[in-house]
């Protein structure tokens, strides 16, 4: 059966069998009292404190478009109301002034083919790409259009080879990056990031493997030189609400659209809301600006300026 007709066999159950949010596919789910997912905060502090090198120095955004889905699609239970989704790139700084990117965030025509898509920032969108050819790095939550897609589209793509870092996951996630067009020869090019559960890639930012929204989903831990500290989430919630009030995903996205494996996923939203209960870091929702204001993350990346020729 199609995926379309999945979805609205789906739908019409429900409709069928009583009010919509009594229905399997929309219905709030607990989620477990205890986590199985182990949050090793300890390990991801030293980790990111393991190697010589100044700490980063800040953290910088750019918000390239937004988009709005029913808030019940994203957490179960909700109203059909719509909740604003934001798309940003991260910008993590050195003192030295080089610097690592966590997503690509997409092009207009990516973002504008998506379900409930609203704004695209045209020169946000152009401030990414530059971002992306002066990076040092650059690192994805995860293998969704959303977050990888501005790679695929950069217009000279083969020039971010040496600088991208996908873990095993997400390199073998051939059918998530076909979704994208992901250019054939920029990915002859790449070999993964191989770890088994965390790894630090620079001073600082610590990658910590967190399959189940997407095979290759993992969380970015950054440690400031300041002291502070941010768990960059990805997609492992949509929104901090999900955290706050305990609530995932419907099974009508996690098993009929995304095809996430859940029962993993919903280990983490529980270990995120421990930490988040914990207090002290900063968790980062990838698409709730909310969560980016209350960390501090600034508006508008850091760059060189343009070298300017000089006439004659
Ligand atoms: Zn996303
Ligand atoms: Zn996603």
Redesign the pocket.
């Known amino acids: 059966m199609k995926f379309s007709s999945r979805v609205l066999l789906a739908v019409a159950l429900c409709v069928a069998v009583g009010p919509l949010s009594g229905c399997y596919y929309l219905r709030s789910e607990a989620v477990p009292e205890i986590s199985n997912y182990d949050l090793d905060l300890g390990e991801l502090q030293r980790l990111a404190r393991s190697g010589p090198g100044d700490l980063p120095a800040e953290i910088r955004r750019e918000e390239v478009g937004t988009a709005e889905l029913p808030g019940a699609l994203m957490m179960a239970g909700r109203s059909w109301d719509g909740v604003e989704m934001t798309h940003v790139v991260f910008q993590i700084l050195w003192p030295n002034g080089a610097y690592l990117l966590i997503d690509s965030a997409q092009d207009r025509e990516m973002h504008d083919s998506t379900p409930g898509s609203g704004d695209f920032d045209d020169a946000a969108w152009n401030t990414v790409v530059a971002a992306m050819d002066g990076a040092e790095q650059i690192v994805i939550t995860?293998e969704?259009g959303?977050?990888l897609g501005g790679i695929a589209r950069h217009p000279r793509s083969d020039v971010l080879a040496s600088k991208i870092r996908f873990n095993a996951e997400q390199l073998a996630n051939r059918d998530a990056l076909e979704a994208v067009d992901f250019p054939v020869a920029l990915l002859e090019k790449l070999s993964p990031v191989v770890f088994e559960d965390a790894v630090a890639i620079a001073p600082g930012v610590v990658l910590k493997k967190a399959p189940g929204?997407?095979p290759g989903s993992q969380l970015v831990f950054v440690a400031l030189g300041n002291g502070r500290e941010l768990l960059f989430v990805?997609?492992v919630v949509w929104n901090l609400d999900a955290i706050t009030d305990l609530v995932y995903r419907p099974r009508l996205i996690t098993d009929l659209i995304?095809g996430e494996n859940r029962e993993t996923a919903i280990h983490q939203l529980r270990a995120l809301r421990d930490l988040y209960d914990r207090g002290g870091v900063a968790i980062v929702v990838s698409h709730d600006r909310r969560t980016h204001e209350s960390a501090g993350i600034e508006t508008g990346f850091s760059l060189p300026m343009p070298s300017i020729e000089i006439g004659h």
């Open positions: 995860h969704h959303d977050h929204h997407t990805g997609d995304i």
